[in-house]
């Protein structure tokens, strides 16, 4: 999985530090969000079953703010900054539409984002 820079203040993230792998392909993009505790190499294998193994999507896995390769602010661990980290994701991506999913705690995060708001 090929890393794309740390998304920082130019991205509308606030300087949250979210990382953001991705695997290019065509449309629908699925966005993967990670659990607690957990960062975006847990989605590894879908990510590569759903762009390399003949699916040919793009796929970008969130490493959120305080996991994996993200920076380390000193506040927005909620689940509604979560949210809006993720949508500003999507945004900076200017991915349309894209197929959110989530494991355990990162499942309520794309319920709660809303790109472009």
Not at 29 to 42: E, Q, T, Y
Not at 91 to 113: D, H, K, Y
Request: contains cysteine; hydrophobic residues 40%; proline residues 7%.
């Amino acid at each position: 999985m090929e890393s794309t820079p740390a998304l920082g203040d130019s991205s509308g993230l606030a300087g949250c530090g979210a990382t953001a792998p991705a695997l290019g392909g065509r449309p629908p993009g699925f966005v993967l969000v990670h659990g607690l505790a957990s960062n975006a190499r847990l989605w590894r294998g879908v990510s590569e079953a759903l762009s390399n193994g003949g699916a040919g999507h793009a796929v970008t896995a969130i490493d959120l703010r305080g996991h994996g390769e993200s920076a380390v602010p000193a506040s927005g661990f909620d689940t509604a900054t979560a949210a809006s980290d993720v949508a500003a994701v999507i945004g900076r991506l200017s991915l349309e539409r894209p197929i959110l999913a989530g494991q355990s705690w990162g499942g309520n995060v794309p319920r709660m984002a809303r790109p472009g708001s």
